[in-house]
C-alpha cells in the first residue's frame, strides 16, 4: 500500500469539519495508520490521529491497510468493488512547503514512466519508458518543458528531460501542484494530481477501473480492457498496455494543455 491510498482517505474524509466532524480511519475501536499517513494527513482539519479514539464528534471510516473498501483479494488476483468511486483527496501545505513547491517555476509536463517499480503489480501497469520517451521528445519539441520527478524509488530520468530532485512525497505533491499537466501510470501520482487540481493522463490498461480509482478530470486510457486485477504479470494487461497508442496520450496531453 502506498501513498495513493492515504490520499483516497483524505477524499472520503473531505468535509468533515465543515460539519463540525472528524474522521477516523480504523476498526470502530482502534485508529489504524500505515507509514504513509501521516505524512499525507499532517494538517488535515478533517482526520484525527492514533490515540484520538475517545474525541468527541468523530465518524469511523473503515478504509485502513487490508480493509480499503475498494477491493477484496481473491487468490492471485484483486476483485474490485464496482460501487466505489474515488473522490479527489486534499493534502495540506504549510507556507514553507508553498514556498518550496514553487522552486521549479509553474507550467511544465511532469511524467512519470512507471509506478511503484517494485510491487508485483508493477508489471501490468507498465506503459514502456520507449513510449514514454517518446511522448516526452513530441511534447518538447511542441515547445513544452517537460520535468520527471527523480527519487532514490522513481524510475530513472528519462533522456531529455529536467529531473527535479525531491526531498519526500510531500515535496513532490507541493510541486506537482504547479505543473500543467501529470502523464503517468495509475498510482500515487495521478492520486496526487487529482488532489491538486492538476490534468492528467493516466495509463490504467487492464489491472484497475478507471471507474473505482480514476477521477472524470483525468483522462483515463485502458486499452479497450476490462480490468482484470492479477496480482501477477498477464498477458491481458500487457496486450491492453499495448494497445494504448504514443498518439492516444499525445492527443488527450494537447487537449489538456
Given at each position: 500500500?502506498?501513498?495513493?491510498?492515504?490520499?483516497?482517505?483524505?477524499?472520503?474524509?473531505?468535509?468533515?469539519?465543515?460539519?463540525?466532524?472528524?474522521?477516523?480511519?480504523?476498526?470502530?475501536?482502534k485508529i489504524i495508520w500505515d507509514q504513509h499517513s501521516a505524512e499525507v494527513f499532517r494538517g488535515?482539519?478533517?482526520?484525527?490521529?492514533?490515540?484520538?479514539?475517545?474525541?468527541d464528534r468523530i465518524d469511523w471510516i473503515p478504509f485502513y491497510k487490508g480493509?480499503?473498501?475498494y477491493n477484496r483479494q481473491?487468490?492471485?488476483?484483486?476483485?474490485?468493488?464496482?460501487?466505489?468511486?474515488?473522490i479527489p483527496g486534499e493534502m495540506y501545505f504549510d507556507d514553507a512547503e508553498r514556498k518550496a513547491?514553487?522552486?521549479?517555476?509553474?507550467?511544465?509536463?511532469?511524467?512519470?514512466?512507471?509506478?511503484?517499480?517494485?510491487?508485483?503489480?508493477?508489471?501490468?501497469?507498465?506503459?514502456?519508458?520507449?513510449?514514454?520517451?517518446?511522448?516526452?521528445?513530441?511534447?518538447k519539441a511542441a515547445g513544452h518543458k517537460v520535468a520527471q520527478f527523480q527519487s532514490d524509488k522513481g524510475s530513472p530520468v528519462l533522456a531529455g528531460v529536467t529531473a527535479l530532485k525531491t526531498t519526500s512525497f510531500r515535496d513532490a505533491v507541493a510541486v506537482l501542484s504547479h505543473a500543467a499537466i501529470y502523464?503517468?501510470?495509475?498510482?500515487?501520482?495521478?492520486?496526487a494530481a487529482a488532489a491538486v487540481g492538476i490534468p492528467a493522463v493516466v495509463l490504467f490498461g487492464g489491472f484497475i477501473p478507471p471507474s473505482v480509482t480514476g477521477y472524470t478530470t483525468h483522462a483515463n486510457l485502458t486499452g479497450g480492457a476490462e480490468a482484470?486485477?492479477?496480482?501477477?504479470?498477464?498477458?491481458?494487461c500487457r496486450k491492453a498496455m499495448e494497445a494504448i497508442s504514443v498518439e492516444e496520450v499525445i492527443e488527450e496531453a494537447r487537449e489538456r494543455l
Open positions: 500500500m502506498g501513498f495513493g491510498d492515504q490520499l483516497l482517505g483524505s477524499g472520503l474524509a473531505k468535509g468533515a469539519a465543515a460539519r463540525g466532524r472528524r474522521i477516523a480511519f480504523g476498526n470502530g475501536i488535515n482539519p478533517n482526520i484525527v490521529a492514533p490515540g484520538s479514539e475517545c474525541a480493509h480499503r473498501l481473491a487468490g492471485d488476483r484483486w476483485v474490485w468493488n464496482m460501487d466505489f468511486h474515488a513547491g514553487a522552486r521549479f517555476g509553474k507550467g511544465f509536463v511532469i511524467i512519470e514512466p512507471q509506478s511503484a517499480p517494485w510491487k508485483s503489480v508493477a508489471a501490468n501497469k507498465d506503459w514502456g519508458r520507449a513510449k514514454f520517451q517518446a511522448v516526452a521528445d513530441r511534447l502523464i503517468g501510470s495509475e498510482g500515487g501520482l495521478h492520486h482484470c486485477g492479477s496480482l501477477k504479470p498477464c498477458s491481458h
